[in-house]
């Protein structure tokens, strides 16, 4: 295609998605962040506008008509973030979790078609995609805001709060990132190449007879399927660490739930980004439990009958993990792998370093048990009634307290309120994370007033 022709495509293109964009904006969010993200898209295509006008060079007109197709993708980000496909109450907490932890930072939540949870920074993409189209001018096009990260959760589930516990394993990928740029890279390469060693048989019987150029490459292929493997296994136990610092059990619960229909063994492929094995997670969530004495914690809940039942469907629950993560398959598994052998073999002491680091990174957010005691057995008692678990003698609890109650109550399959005559039923579950929805939603209020009231 010529390029008078790229022009009058790519033009027309662009007029096409700030109309689309238009008819988006047009709809309510739940926050300005949507609305912030739609006019940084703007800037950008105002600038790609520019350099059509202005441009005959074919190959880079190419690149910003590829540019504009990649952004009319992006406008399913937005579309997604309206208030008809997000529960409000839930982004709020979310952000203060993020500026927390990073400053400055915005969380826009949107709803996808695929079943898992994601998080990514689409300000970092925009500065890779464009930083060299654009030059100096690209802080101007992005704004002020240093990041903003886009929260996928499953469409299906948008409304189960108790699921969304998973947000903060999405949270945790940015400290994971943090930890492992951390790391003594010169020692972790100095370490692969020990593992490796000099005679590759142990991988091919023929590598020693190849010559040194494929040999040379063969040793650098196998060297960045163990990074990769380390890598891969590193963040997403790291990230599992720190939904357990901010949530808790309930952590352990989210994670027991979402991975319920999968391989509990399953190999760490290079095919699937090398994921680790869900029992080998969950074995790490529940020994940091176990090292919290949860399940003597447990124990300690009394009241009436309903909270007995509760207690001891949580406590069995627990003893259900921990038998499961008590078992080795997957040890055996990646053992007997002479690449995931390898990969693995430094990641336990990596994560005993990691914990401090993790604890100073989430100071001040670390949920409790002793948070946990002192306030679940009157929230289970209030959902037990079928009233929202946000407050405790007059005063509103930890967010994270209300989600442990939905998931203690959950757990044990009471009809909501309980009733004794009759038995759970599924739409019990959506009562329960509406109730526990609105305690969210009460406590938030009520903090937001406290906050503007001093």
């Not at 964009?21 to 739609?38: D, K, M, Q, R, Y």
């Not at 020692?187 to 590759?200: F, H, K, P, Q, W």
């Not at 590598?207 to 196998?222: G, N, S, V, W």
């Not at 002793?370 to 003698?393: H, Q, V």
Request: glycine share 4%; net charge negative.
């Amino acid at each position: 295609m010529p390029a008078s022709e790229l022009k009058v495509f790519g033009l027309g293109l662009a007029r096409k998605i700030l109309t689309r964009l238009s008819e988006i904006l047009a709809t309510e969010f739940p926050t300005n962040t949507p609305e912030e993200l739609g006019r940084i898209i703007q800037r950008i295509i105002d600038f790609i506008i520019s350099v059509l006008n202005s441009n005959d060079d074919e190959r880079i007109l190419k690149y910003v008509c590829q540019y504009l197709q990649e952004l009319s993708s992006h406008l399913r980000y937005i579309e997604g973030a309206s208030s008809a496909r997000i529960p409000t109450s839930i982004i709020t907490p979310l952000e203060v979790l993020i500026e927390q932890m990073e400053p400055g930072a915005r969380v826009m939540l949107r709803v996808q078609s695929s079943y898992n949870y994601e998080i990514f920074d689409i300000i970092a993409f925009y500065r890779k995609m464009l930083d060299e189209l654009v030059g100096t001018e690209l802080d101007v096009i992005l704004g002020s805001t240093p990041h903003l990260y886009i929260v996928a959760v499953p469409a299906v589930e948008h409304s189960n709060i108790l699921l969304h516990t998973l947000l903060a394993h999405e949270a945790g990928h940015r400290i994971a990132r943090k930890y492992m740029d951390s790391e003594d890279q010169e020692a972790v390469v100095n370490n692969i190449n020990t593992l490796m060693g000099t005679d590759l048989r142990w991988w091919d019987r023929e590598a020693e007879t190849l010559p040194p150029l494929l040999k040379l490459e063969l040793r650098q292929r196998i060297f960045d399927l163990i990074h990769r493997a380390r890598a891969s296994a590193l963040k997403e136990l790291i990230s599992d660490a720190v939904a357990y610092h901010l949530c808790g059990v309930s952590a352990i619960f989210a994670m027991d739930d979402f991975c319920c229909t999968d391989v509990l063994d399953a190999r760490p492929e290079e095919a699937y980004g090398f994921y680790p094995p869900w029992r080998y997670r969950l074995r790490q969530l529940v020994s940091m439990a176990y090292a919290d004495n949860f399940h003597e914690a447990v124990k300690l809940i009394t009241g009436p009958v309903p909270l007995v039942k509760i207690r001891d469907a949580v406590g069995e629950r627990f003893s259900r993990l921990r038998e499961i993560t008590l078992q080795t398959p997957d040890c055996t598994l990646i053992d007997g792998d002479r690449l995931l052998q390898r990969a693995y073999s430094d990641i336990p002491e990596v994560l005993e370093k990691a914990s401090e680091y993790i604890s100073h990174e989430v100071a001040g957010l670390r949920y409790s048990h002793a948070k946990l005691s002192e306030e679940i057995p009157a929230l289970l008692e209030r959902l037990s009634l079928g009233i929202p678990p946000d407050t405790r003698d007059g005063e509103v609890v930890d967010i994270r307290s209300a989600l442990a109650a939905g998931w203690f109550y959950r757990t044990a399959r009471l009809p909501m309120p309980n009733d004794e005559g009759r038995h759970w039923q599924p739409k019990d579950d959506e009562v329960l994370n509406r109730l526990v929805l609105k305690a969210i939603e009460a406590t938030q209020l009520v903090r937001d007033f406290r906050a503007g009231t001093t």
